[in-house]
Each structure stands twice: as structure tokens, then as C-alpha cells.
């Protein structure tokens, strides 16, 4: 793959793209944490804290704890890379500087894409189960539907609105966190609740059945996670991405793993694990059987703001790469096309937005979720092992550099998830599978574009 950018200097200012116009640098460093923290939290700890609990029992928190550690290491190889190379592509060109081998840089950029899309897609479904139905009975298909299309419409007036748009539902969902947090202190001074239930594992077995099912509930328990690779798609849109993401990045995770960890040993406390496995909509039942006083309409609305920041920032990543590879001749040149009057990715919007659509009418919440998490685990050991391969290209700006132990643990950990000693169900691996085909499709498709074109 030949890049269209010179090598970029410490703020990593790339050549213009997409029929020269450059994307705008609208995020500062606040606004890139709030987006972190935003993007992290949602849907994974809203919607799919039940199904983790459906896997591994009462000992909820453990999930939790394990996932924190593999997204911090794999999030300083992350930090290393975008600080050398501050541009839109994230993964797929950390892949291709390492390897060279188009074939499996389009492979990796098409799985992050559809993470993306699957993240968001569960978490269109996430706003229209339980949650909503505090309020209305209607068909949950179509209220996905029509609620990613309203995304769409939002991502396509600017990065700037976007993100502020991101800034008012992230305190809407941190302030959700901390109702439940409240919820486990008054339990706690009041004697509520069970802790016994917080040791106790029901994964179906025992012995290797015991360590299968907390891989297989921290595979699933890491989409809570996910969400800080995706801001690495945005360094085109940040002031100074050399020196603002470390902070943000490193900072955003360790607030989403210390809220998670505390939130699962609440819901544990409060309601047993089986009942918090039937519901689409587990924090809403800590609510509602914790006898404190709060509305639950109130936070089930909450809840809808929350699962919608996670939509909206995951359809803005997956446009943003399909931009940036379309910079880096691995789509086609038109996927970059920006909107004069915004500057936003117009056809990367309305690509992902049409696939997204697709998704949301076909996956659940829990199936979907898993789907994002291996995707991203497979892509995360790749990233890993190219930090140490790209050791051997040093940049003439400093950056955050992580102990070499960093990647290569990261490498193992998320391998070992994205493995079949996780213990996922096997409809998980069908889905990626077929998504995978699709991409090898579409790369077919435009390797004989790209031949055609060179004969013309």
C-alpha cells in the first residue's frame, strides 16, 4: 500500500486528503478525554453487565478486573503508535507499516471497521429493549433502525458537534455510574444486598470449566471496554495528538475499569446473577430491587443516553478510518470525499451507516457484543506485535515509548481471549466469519479496479 501523507511531523499535520480538503482539528484535550471516557462507557456496562453474569455467576467483578488489565497494556501500544504516527488510519496503518502485506492491512482495517459497526449496532438494540420499555412497546427492529439513522444525521454535521454531542451524553451516563455507585454505599451502611454472592462461580462445571467460563465471560465482559482504539481514528481531528493522547487515553481507561469493577460488584450485591442474566436492561433491575428511592423511568432514560453516546461514537469511528484508508489507497479514493460546508466524511457516513442498518436488523445484544469483542481482541494481538516490529523505525519527534513487556503481555493476553479457550458460543464465530468474507470480497473488488485503472 503506498500512503498518500509524508512522514508527519510531532502534531502530525498530514497532507489533505479526499480532493485536498484536510479534516478540521476541532478536539482539545478535554474534549479527547470526555470522548475516551464516552466511547469506553455505554453500552457494554448498561446492557451486557447480565450476560456476564450469566457466564461466570455472582463473582461478577472478576471479568471486569481481568479486562482492565488487557485493555490498559494493549492501550499503551496504542499510545506509542498514534504518537508516531498521529493519523486517521489507527490499526490498519500501524499493520501495513509493520508488515507490508496489503492484503492482511485490509483484513485488519476491515475488522475494526466492523467492530465498530457491530458495537453500535448492540447498541441500537440495547435502546430499544428493556430500557425503552419502561416507556413504549414498540417493535425494537424498527426503533433501531430509525435511531441509527438519526446518528448518521448527527455525525454529518461536524466532528464538532459530534463531540459535544458526546460531551453532554457522557456526564448524562457517568451520572447514571453513579446512582449505582450511590446504590451499593447505602447497601453497604444499610446491610443490604448479599456478598456472598460476589465468590460465587457458576460457569457449569468445574476444574477446566472453571477457567474456561471467566475467559469466556471476560471475552464477552471486555466490549465494556472497548472504545479507546477508536479515538486513535480521530488524531487527524486533535490538537497536538502527540502530547494530548497518553493522557487522555491512559486516564480514560483507568476511570471506565475502576467504574466498572465498582458497578459489577454492586449489581452482584444486589441481585442475583441469574436474574441479571435475563434482562436486557441489568442496571435498571439493581434500581428497581435496591429500595432506594430513585425513579426508574429517570434511569432508564439515563440508560437510553448512555447506549446512544456508544452508537454515535462508534459510527463516527468507522467513517473516520473509512476516510482515512481511502487517504491510504486501501478503499477506494471517493470513500474520502469530504462535505465542502462540514468537512465531514459524507461517504464514509452514509457507507457505514447503510451496513450498520443491516446489522442492527439482523444480531442481539449479547451475539453482537461478543462479535465486536473478538474482532477487536484479534486486531489487538496484531497491534501488539507491531509495536516491537516497528521499533525498527524511529521518527524524528519524541513520543510515549512502552517497556517492551508491555506489548509482548498484551500480545499473549488478548490472543489467549480471542481464543477457543474463551468458550464463546460458535454463532459468534460465524458471524465474523461471514464479515471476513465480505472483506476478502470487497478486496477483491478493488484490487481489479485498481489493476483496471492502472491499464487505462
Request: aromatic share 8%; proline share 5%.
Amino acid at each position: 500500500m503506498q500512503t498518500s501523507h509524508p512522514a508527519p511531523g510531532p502534531a502530525g499535520s498530514p497532507s489533505a486528503g479526499g480532493g485536498g480538503t484536510p479534516l478540521k482539528r476541532a478536539i482539545g484535550p478535554k474534549l479527547l478525554l470526555l470522548f475516551v471516557v464516552g466511547d469506553i462507557l455505554g453500552t457494554g456496562i448498561y446492557a451486557n453487565t447480565g450476560a456476564v453474569a450469566g457466564r461466570i455467576g455472582g463473582a461478577l467483578w472478576l471479568p471486569f478486573v481481568i479486562g482492565f488489565v488487557v485493555a490498559m497494556l494493549t492501550a499503551a501500544s496504542y499510545v506509542e503508535l498514534v504518537g508516531k504516527y498521529p493519523r486517521a488510519a489507527g490499526a490498519a496503518l500501524y499493520t501495513q507499516k509493520a508488515f507490508r502485506v496489503p492484503f492482511l492491512t485490509f483484513i485488519v482495517a476491515f475488522m475494526v471497521m466492523c467492530s465498530g459497526l457491530s458495537s453500535a449496532s448492540a447498541a441500537a438494540r440495547a435502546f430499544s429493549g428493556d430500557y425503552l420499555q419502561e416507556f413504549v412497546d414498540v417493535s425494537p427492529t424498527l426503533i433501531a433502525i430509525l435511531f441509527v439513522l438519526v446518528l448518521a444525521s448527527v455525525n454529518l454535521r461536524g466532528v464538532s458537534e459530534s463531540v459535544k454531542t458526546n460531551v453532554v451524553l457522557t456526564i448524562v451516563e457517568v451520572t447514571g455510574l453513579l446512582v449505582i455507585l450511590g446504590i451499593g454505599v447505602a447497601a453497604v451502611l444499610t446491610g443490604e444486598g448479599e456478598p456472598a454472592r460476589l465468590t460465587e462461580f457458576d460457569t457449569g462445571g468445574t476444574g477446566y470449566a472453571v477457567l474456561t467460563g471467566v475467559l469466556g465471560a471476560t471475552a464477552l465482559g471486555f466490549f465494556a471496554f472497548v472504545g479507546f482504539e477508536d479515538s486513535v481514528n480521530m488524531a487527524e481531528e486533535t490538537k497536538d495528538p502527540v502530547r494530548n493522547f497518553p493522557r487522555a487515553i491512559f486516564l480514560g481507561v483507568a476511570i471506565t475499569g475502576t467504574i466498572y469493577v465498582l458497578v459489577a460488584l454492586v449489581s452482584s450485591l444486589m441481585v442475583d446473577h441469574e436474574r441479571l442474566a435475563g434482562s436486557s436492561g441489568p442496571l435498571l433491575l439493581v434500581v428497581d430491587e435496591s429500595g432506594v428511592d430513585f425513579p426508574a423511568k429517570l434511569f432508564a432514560l439515563i440508560a437510553l443516553f448512555a447506549v446512544s453516546n456508544s452508537a454515535l461514537i462508534n459510527v463516527m469511528m468507522a467513517s473516520r478510518l473509512c476516510y482515512g484508508l481511502a487517504n491510504e489507497r486501501v478503499l477506494p479514493r471517493g470513500m474520502a470525499r469530504v462535505l465542502p460546508g462540514r468537512r465531514t466524511p459524507v461517504v464514509g457516513i452514509v457507507f457505514v451507516t447503510a451496513l450498520a442498518v443491516g446489522l442492527v436488523s439482523t444480531g442481539e445484544i449479547e451475539g453482537l457484543g461478543d462479535t465486536t469483542s473478538f474482532l477487536l481482541l484479534c486486531v489487538f494481538a496484531v497491534v501488539n506485535v507491531a509495536v516491537l516490529v516497528l521499533r525498527r523505525d524511529p521518527v524524528d519527534h519524541r513520543h510515549f515509548r512502552a517497556p517492551t513487556w508491555i506489548p509482548v503481555l498484551g500480545a499473549v493476553t488478548a490472543g489467549v481471549l480471542a481464543s477457543p479457550l474463551s468458550d464463546r458460543p460458535a454463532d459468534v464465530y460465524v458471524r465474523a466469519g461471514v464479515l471476513l468474507a465480505i472483506g476478502i470480497g470487497l478486496w477483491v473488488v478493488n484490487q481489479v479496479a485498481v489493476k483496471a485503472a492502472g491499464r487505462e
